[in-house]
Each structure stands twice: as C-alpha cells, then as structure tokens.
C-alpha cells in the first residue's frame, strides 16, 4: 500500500502512527515498530523505566537528539 501511494519515509511513519493511534484502544504499536521493540530487549526495559518515570516530550527530545549522534 505505502509503496502504491509514493509516500516519503516521514509520511510513511505518519501512516502507521495514524493507523496505530486509530488501535489505540486495542493497544496497537505502529507496524513499522512493534517487530524491533520484541526484537530487542533492553528496548523495552529502557520504554519501562521511561514510562516509570513518566518520561515527558522535552525528555524525550533530548534522548533523540542523543541517539542522533550516534
């Protein structure tokens, strides 16, 4: 379907956040996540331990902006 619509990798993300969002209630991670979040452990611990500490946006901002010199 994404390769049908031409859709850039940004709008791609989009899509499956949407998709997800609309599962939400079912508890429904984005396609393109859920098979690396199982895959990888200390991902999950690492979501826990956010979520424990009630991680906020700016946080997570910052993290990401730690990721991305790596």
Partial sequence: MILLLKLDEIE?????????ANKLKN?????DL???IMGT???R?????AKDKKIN???WE???KII???
């Fill in 12 to 20: 791609t993300y989009e899509l499956y956040d949407l998709a997800a």
């Fill in 34 to 36: 859920s098979k690396y």
């Fill in 45 to 49: 611990i690492a979501l826990r331990k």
């Fill in 27 to 31: 508890n429904v991670v984005s396609l």
């Fill in 41 to 43: 452990e200390n991902l």
């Fill in 62 to 64: 910052e993290i990401i």
């Fill in 68 to 70: 991305e010199k790596i």
């Fill in 57 to 59: 946006d700016k946080q």
